[in-house]
C-alpha cells in the first residue's frame, strides 16, 4: 500500500470549513484513499473513502486531485467534538488486506 | 443495529496473570481485526480473522499473544503472562464482505498491568 505524508496538527476556528491535505504520490491505480478519525481515547470511525472522483457524505468531503497524488478531506462547518485524530490511509480494496495507520493529523477546533 | 462491542472495557491484571479481551462484530459481519494502540502512540495492526480462520496474524507479537475467531461467539484475544509493556488499548474492527476498508471499531479495552 501507497506512503502517505499528512501535516502533523492543524488549527480550524469553529464553524468555519476544516482543509486536511494528504499526500500520496506513489499511489497505484487500484488503491483508494480513505480517510478514519480518532476522537481522544475513543475508537477510530470511518468517515469517507474514493478512488478517483470527489466524494461526499453526511460528514464530510474528499477532493482527489486529477492525478490522484494528493487528496483533501473538507469538514464544512467544524464543530468543537471534531476535534481529533484524522488519518489517511491508502489501500488497495481488496479482501483480506488491513488498513495500516500512520500518525494522522491532529485537528483542533478552537471556540 | 448494535455496534462493534468489546469488554471489557477496563481490565486490570497483575504481571504474569492471563488477559481475554472479547470482541463481538457487527451483526452479519464475519470478519474481525485487532488493533493496539500503545500510550502516545499509534494504532498498530495486530492479527485480522474471519469465523474459524486466521487470516493474516504478522502484527501479533510471537509469544503470549493468540486470537480466536470461533464458528460461534465473540472474538477473544488472548494475552498470557502479561508484562507491563502490555498496557496499551486493544481495538477491535469489523467489516462486512467484500469492502475490508470499511472498518466499525469498538470503544476498546484498556489493559492496565500492575
Known amino acids: 500500500d501507497a506512503k502517505t505524508t499528512q501535516p502533523t496538527s492543524m488549527d480550524c476556528a469553529e464553524g468555519r470549513a476544516a482543509n486536511l491535505p494528504c499526500n500520496h504520490s506513489?499511489?497505484?491505480?487500484?488503491?483508494?484513499v480513505y480517510w478514519y478519525r480518532q476522537i481522544h481515547s475513543q475508537g477510530p470511525q470511518y468517515i469517507i473513502h474514493?478512488?478517483?472522483n470527489n466524494e461526499t457524505n453526511e460528514m464530510a468531503s474528499l477532493i482527489i486531485t486529477e492525478d490522484r497524488k494528493s487528496s483533501t478531506l473538507i469538514l464544512p462547518h467544524a464543530t468543537l467534538r471534531d476535534t481529533a485524530v484524522y488519518y489517511c490511509?491508502?489501500?488497495?480494496?481488496?479482501?483480506?488486506?488491513?488498513?495500516?495507520f500512520g500518525e494522522g493529523t491532529q485537528l483542533t477546533v478552537n471556540p | 443495529n448494535a455496534g462493534v462491542m468489546q469488554n471489557p472495557r477496563h481490565l486490570v491484571r497483575r504481571r504474569g496473570q492471563e488477559a481475554r479481551l472479547r470482541c463481538s462484530p457487527m451483526?452479519?459481519?464475519?470478519?474481525v481485526y485487532w488493533y493496539r494502540q500503545l500510550p502516545e502512540e499509534g494504532l498498530k495492526f495486530m492479527v485480522y480473522?474471519?469465523?474459524?480462520?486466521?487470516?493474516?496474524e504478522s502484527g501479533m507479537p510471537k509469544e503470549r499473544f493468540s486470537a480466536e475467531f470461533p464458528k460461534e461467539g465473540p472474538s477473544i484475544l488472548r494475552i498470557q503472562q502479561v508484562v507491563r509493556g502490555d498496557s496499551a488499548a486493544y481495538f477491535c474492527?469489523?467489516?462486512?464482505?467484500?469492502?475490508?476498508?470499511?472498518?466499525?471499531f469498538g470503544e476498546g479495552s484498556r489493559l492496565t498491568v500492575l
Open positions: 451483526k452479519g459481519h464475519s470478519h
Open positions: 490511509i491508502v489501500k488497495v480494496e481488496t479482501s483480506g488486506s488491513r488498513l495500516t
Open positions: 480473522l474471519q469465523k474459524e480462520n486466521i487470516i493474516d
Open positions: 474492527a469489523s467489516s462486512p464482505f467484500p469492502r475490508p476498508g470499511e472498518l466499525f
Open positions: 506513489t499511489i497505484s491505480g487500484n488503491e483508494y
Open positions: 474514493g478512488l478517483k
